[in-house]
């Protein structure tokens, strides 16, 4: 099965072409803003303009303009391909990934650029591979205890670095490559956003209106 990964929830904008494990293309950018403006280019860059049996987008958590940019666009290709569209958490793909680079990691926690002074964090483990704690978001200080000793990966990190600068904290964006190393578990999520907390806006169908 061919598969569309669809990452727009973070600074970084990635698309990947993956048929079963393997990656037939691939496009990673950090852009900070203006995901709606380059995904849809990145996608159609692909080979067959990125065309597969099965779209997976990253729901979240992260920007909530991001996560929405990606959802839109898998729904509406889902629709137009008349393919299955699923969902998987930026904060599990950053997990697989780091535990994929470096075999020693037993344990490790995800910190993500938040709002409101906050970050969204979760700890995970390697053996069996899984969360240790729900997701939650949190002011710095606080994450930083929830941490404990595990290093931490992703976008957040800068919020944790001048409070403890000695920490093993490592930047790193969700890749939509990485998607191959998620179990499939964790690759079948609904495709509806993950906020981490109540959204700053909601759209009419969020607010029961439509």
């Known amino acids: 099965m061919t598969t569309l990964v ?3 929830a973070t600074a970084a904008c990635s698309v990947a072409l993956l048929r079963g494990g393997e990656i037939v293309a691939a496009a990673h950018e950090v852009v900070g803003r203006g995901h709606a ?3 849809i280019p990145m996608i159609a860059a692909l080979p067959g303009q990125g065309r597969a ?3 997976l987008v990253d729901v979240g958590p992260g920007s909530f303009t991001g996560v929405r940019v990606g959802l839109a666009a898998a729904r ?4 137009g391909w008349g393919a299955e569209a699923r969902g998987y958490s930026s904060l599990a793909l950053i997990a697989a990934a780091a535990f994929a680079a470096d075999a020693a990691l037993a344990s490790l926690a995800v910190v993500l650029e938040g709002g409101h002074g906050e970050v969204f964090m979760q700890t995970f483990q390697a053996f069996p591979f899984g969360e240790d704690a729900p997701l939650r ?15 931490a990966f992703g976008s957040g990190i800068r919020h944790l670095a001048a409070l403890a600068p000695e920490h093993d904290l490592r930047e790193a964006f969700p890749v939509a490559a990485d998607a191959r ?4 578990g964790f ?3 609904p495709p509806r ?3 981490g907390r109540a959204p700053d806006a909601k759209t009419l169908i969020e607010r029961g209106l439509a």
């Open 6 to 8: 669809i990452e727009t």
């Open 53 to 55: 049996e099965r779209i």
């Open 76 to 79: 509406g290709l889902a629709i």
């Open 187 to 189: 690759a079948a999520l």
């Open 37 to 39: 403006e380059r995904l």
């Open 137 to 151: 978001s949190l002011l710095p200080a606080d994450a930083l205890a929830a941490i404990g000793d595990r290093p």
């Open 193 to 195: 956003p993950i906020y």
């Open 181 to 184: 190393l998620l179990a499939p």
